[in-house]
């Protein structure tokens, strides 16, 4: 245990609140989408970093980052699906002209 | 020491390219940087010891997530076009928003005495993870994954009839 336990916490931390920024900052999808998975992906770390020093003989945490890790793949192809249809109609992707789900 | 040096460059990488995730211009990029974001969190996983958990990493987000976001970026957006910067207002606004956000956290986090468990180098060997999976007893987790494998099916078909084309209209 050569690495302080709150430095992973501190490093999800500001990878958490970078997503968010860019989630509240970009308005182009797919770079929205980014900003998520980035989100996602600290959520992960933190969950992994709990069950290994905190809870090392039990697999809670892994198994939830393996669950979150299947739902950010389902979430991605969905999104992704829904962003190219609405290019199809749009021909754009920015989020203040697309205004209306079905067209 | 060595296994610090390697903590820190590892989050240096992460931080980093994640900064650059969200301010650069060039859609293409963001998303390779994305690509390095996730291996840098893959090796951090390696060296926590959680292999298997580092090799669906590198698979499902590295191999599938960010190859569909390529994909989609090279299905819809110019390659010589620049995303807009944002107006300056909203990057103060989210800026201090997230900053007060995190400072929030960090103030927690630190200040909050954690007992850390100081013997945790049991390995998680794929064995024990692929029994506790599919266990119905105690720790088990069968439904979620029952659930989940529902679940990606739904989202496979959805994905599909969603993007299909439709029928030309006839008048």
């Known amino acids: 245990m050569s690495i302080p336990f709150t430095h992973f916490l501190v490093l999800s931390t500001l990878l958490f609140f970078i997503g968010i920024y860019g989630f509240l900052t970009r308005k182009n999808l797919i770079t929205m989408l980014m900003s998520a998975e980035l989100i996602l992906n600290a959520v992960n770390i933190n969950f992994v970093v709990f069950n290994k020093y905190l809870y090392p003989d039990q697999l809670h945490g892994h198994f939830f980052t393996l669950f979150i890790i299947g739902i950010a793949a389902a979430e991605a192809a969905v999104a992704i699906a829904i962003i190219i249809n609405l290019y199809r109609n749009f021909s754009t992707m920015d989020v203040e002209e697309i205004d209306q789900l079905k067209h | ?171």
């Open chain 2, 1 to 171: 020491m060595m296994e610090q040096a390697l903590f820190y460059l590892f989050s240096a990488i992460i931080l980093g390219f994640a900064i650059m995730v969200v301010t650069t211009r060039r859609i293409l990029r963001a998303a390779i940087y994305l690509l390095f974001v996730l291996g840098a969190t893959a090796a951090i996983y390696f060296m926590l010891h959680y292999n298997f958990l580092a090799a669906v990493q590198i698979t499902v987000y590295a191999g599938g997530i960010v190859v569909l976001i390529i994909f989609s970026i090279l299905l819809t957006s110019k390659m010589e076009e620049r995303l807009e910067v944002p107006a300056l207002r909203k990057m103060l606004f989210s800026g201090i928003v997230c900053a007060g956000g995190a400072f929030l956290c960090l103030h927690t986090i630190l200040t909050y005495s954690f007992n850390p468990v100081v013997e945790t180098t049991k390995p998680s060997d794929v064995k024990l993870i692929g029994e506790q999976m599919l266990n119905y007893g105690a720790n088990g987790y069968v439904l979620p994954f029952e659930v989940i494998s529902v679940l990606l099916l739904a989202a496979m078909v959805g994905a599909i009839i969603i993007a299909k084309k439709g029928k030309p209209q006839n008048p």
